[in-house]
Nanobody, 119 residues
Framework: EVHLVESGGGLVQAGGSLRLSCAVS????????IGWFRQAPGKEREGVSC????????YYSDSVKGRFTISSDNAKNTAYLQMDSLKPEDTAVYYCYGGSCPALGYEYWGHGTPVTVSS
């Protein structure tokens, strides 16, 4: 049974940092890409970052490139999203997913962890 659990969200001031974690069970990162998408209230889902299962290449949306860093510990089946220089427009619920990358495909995802960035 696939299960993804996000953690690490919270309230932070603009310019601050957060590190999100995603504990995965039910699949390994050589079978599925791992990544993050976010959804702000009243907005559509937005892909944030992902790691390709084929070669490990990382991808970022233009809005977060240079500020966010995705990584994984495959032995622990855990993914991370380091978020630096946070902006109020980063406020959203962040979801970890398993699927495809860089062509975004969300096959599995967790319940999300909320991130609020105050100005």
């Amino acid at each position: 049974e696939v299960h993804l659990v996000e953690s690490g969200g919270g309230l932070v001031q603009a310019g601050g940092s957060l590190r999100l974690s995603c504990a995965v069970s039910g699949f390994t990162f050589d079978a599925y890409a791992i990544g993050w998408f976010r959804q702000a209230p009243g907005k559509e889902r937005e892909g944030v970052s992902c790691i390709s299962s084929s070669d490990g290449s990382t991808y970022y949306s233009d809005s977060v490139k240079g500020r966010f860093t995705i990584s994984s510990d495959n032995a622990k089946n855990t993914a991370y999203l380091q978020m630096d220089s946070l902006k109020p427009e980063d406020t959203a619920v962040y979801y970890c997913y398993g699927g495809s990358c860089p062509a975004l495909g969300y096959e599995y995802w967790g319940h999300g962890t909320p991130v609020t960035v105050s100005s």
